[in-house]
């Protein structure tokens, strides 16, 4: 997964809508380590699509896009999603719903799952020479 966040933005966009068809997800978010003054420590929305064919919720989009937009810091970020798997430096989990409720770091991010019926997730993270090299 690591190349993806090499590619430039046509050709991740091409290869994320690419792997949403052959996987059939509902979604995917791209999350990019920052270590920058001013956002130290956390992470930030890189890319994402939201497969708005699977839904029947209209509302779903705008939560979806809303999500994107937070940030998550990580200090205190005790096995929350999106920072868990790359925190723990772990390169993949699978959360069930209610774990997946549990875990979310922000309501609007519980608010879009809900509203897009969203019943597993999977979270892939960064490797570890990926995040040194940010």
Known sequence: MDAVFLLDGAARSGFLQFLMQSTGCT???LWSYSSSLHQPNCLIGS????????STQPGALVLFLEYRRLTFPLENNQGLVPGFAFR???PYIELG????QSRASHQTQRQFYREARIKVGSVCSQSLWRRRSS
Do not use: A, K, P
């Not at 719903?97 to 997946?100: C, G, I, N, S, V």
């Open 27 to 29: 979604y995917i978010c």
């Open 88 to 90: 723990n430096y772990r």
């Open 47 to 54: 890319d994402g699509w939201y497969n708005e064919q699977n």
């Open 97 to 100: 719903e209610l774990e997946l």
